[in-house]
Nanobody
Framework: QVQLVESGGGLVQPGGSLRLSCAAS????????SDWYRQAPGKQRELVAT???????NYPDSVKGRFTISRDNAKNTVYLQMNSLKPEDTAVYYC???????????????WGQGTQVTVSS
């Protein structure tokens, strides 16, 4: 079995920073790419960051220059550093990790439980 545990959310003032973590545990052979998504009340879930197995990153314009995704392969952990936070960044943030549990077979996607980020004064 594989588990993803997220941490690092909370309440922050506009202009502040937070770092989210997503730690994968269990039967893990290798991790392909990982993503961070967010979902605000009444809105669809949106992709905010992607990192490939070779650490190539991609961001939508809404967060580019403010958010940074990174990974620590030794810890099976992916991070999202969020700077210059705005009230419109308020949402539940989810990690999604594509990983393999063995040498055979395709990678499967696993989701974290979500962590609330609230940006407010």
């Amino acid at each position: 079995q594989v588990q993803l545990v997220e941490s690092g959310g909370g309440l922050v003032q506009p202009g502040g920073s937070l770092r989210l973590s997503c730690a994968a545990s269990g039967r893990i052979f290798s991790i392909d790419h990982s993503d961070w998504y967010r979902q605000a009340p009444g809105k669809q879930r949106e992709l905010v960051a992607t990192i490939t197995s070779s650490s190539i990153t991609n961001y939508p314009d809404s967060v580019k220059g403010r958010f940074t995704i990174s990974r620590d392969n030794a810890k099976n952990t992916v991070y999202l550093q969020m700077n210059s936070l705005k009230p419109e960044d308020t949402a539940v943030y989810y990690c999604k990790v594509h990983l393999r549990t063995g040498i055979m077979g395709p990678a499967r996607a696993y989701w974290g439980q979500g962590t609330q980020v609230t940006v407010s004064s």
